[in-house]
């Protein structure tokens, strides 16, 4: 594939992303109404104007966004259809179907609206945005993976298998898990077959996410006390230094601030760094939030790779995924009047 002319396309597409000083613009606007009137002088003003023919205030800004970053990633796709390339640029895309099935899992557990679970969701993979709609629309989990498996969709076979024990458990970690170590071992096994520069920059991408998940994992078992031994069963094979004795290690320690000790040697060191009042409440979601900062940095890192690699498209993903995070999280602050310091605190990437 000519790797030049497609990244050179790209990087055309990373010129006309917001930059820092545009999103503070928007953090200081009074209200939604504003920010769409600013969004209108940028790329996303086409969206918005096909968006404002059904909706108005933060609903016309979600769609907007969201059916760009869509657009953006089809894109993308286009310009490398065809090579393996985009059989590797699809399994990236992928991941996005795995989170959006995980966050309507877990939506209907707690029995959150169906506005708010489409709210949370990103089209970006496979499934599109009418196919998310309607498992949205299904009565619970069961009916869920049932509408999957009728599809035909991968994911519905490691759900099934493990929804006799999350019936039984109620615990939402063993369908999380089991969706999770299927697309991550298929992913990995795929990228074995050839030894190059964009397999390993894939694989790269996906043992950190996996790494994430992990830790993810570790903060939950010991926030929530849950069995250590239990636990164990739940880690995925990452990255030689959060092996599963490491991971273990941590959970053993009971504490928070126990496992970010064990942490200190690792690349996962800026952990420390959050507050110890968060620390002390297990707050885990002040974790999760730096953790997704990590990633989406890692992502964004690749612009510096190399030129003639997947890294730029790769590089773009994260960027742009970066910034419709950022401008959601924006808006829905300014329409609950959430304090620009703790607006500036919420954002992703800035």
Request: net charge neutral; proline share 3%.
């Amino acid at each position: 594939m000519e790797y030049a002319y497609v990244n050179a396309r790209i990087r055309a597409m990373k010129s006309r992303l917001l930059g820092r000083p545009f999103l503070e613009q928007l953090i200081n606007k009074p209200d939604v109404d504003s920010i769409i009137a600013d969004l209108e002088r940028t790329t996303y003003r086409e969206e918005l104007e096909r968006a404002g023919v059904q909706f108005s205030g933060i609903n016309r800004i979600e769609v907007a966004i969201r059916n760009d970053l869509v657009r953006a990633f089809r894109a993308i796709l286009g310009f490398i259809k065809g090579g393996e390339e985009e059989n590797l640029l699809t399994l990236i895309l992928q991941r996005w179907d795995v989170q959006n099935i995980k966050t309507i899992l877990r939506g209907k557990k707690i029995h959150a609206p169906a506005s708010e679970i489409l709210d949370c969701l990103i089209p970006a993979g496979e499934l599109g945005e009418a196919a998310l709609t309607e498992l949205v629309k299904q009565p619970d989990v069961k009916a869920i993976i049932d509408l999957l498996a009728t599809w035909g969709v991968p994911y519905a076979r490691p759900l099934t298998r493990n929804f006799k024990e999350y019936s039984e458990t109620r615990d939402m970690l063993v369908l999380e898990y089991a969706i999770d170590t299927f697309y991550f071992e298929h992913a990995l096994s795929i990228l074995k077959s050839r030894d190059t520069e964009d397999n390993r920059i894939i694989r790269e991408m996906l043992v950190t996410e996996i790494d994430i998940n992990n830790l993810r994992t570790v903060f939950r078992v010991i926030r929530d006390r849950m069995d250590r031994e239990e636990a164990k069963k739940f880690f995925m094979k990452g990255s030689s230094e959060l092996d599963t004795e490491t991971l273990y290690s941590m959970v053993k320690t009971g504490t928070l601030e126990g496992a970010l000790k064990l942490l200190e040697p690792t690349s996962y060191r800026f952990l420390s760094a959050i507050p110890q009042e968060y620390v002390t409440a297990e707050k885990i979601s002040a974790f999760e939030k730096e953790l997704d900062r990590h990633l989406v940095r890692k992502g964004i890192s690749q612009f510096l790779g190399d030129p003639l690699s997947i890294a730029i498209p790769i590089g773009y993903i994260w960027a742009k995924y970066a910034e419709v995070t950022n401008i959601r999280i924006i808006a829905r602050c300014k329409q609950s009047g959430v304090p620009d310091k703790e607006l500036r605190e919420a954002l992703i990437n800035v």
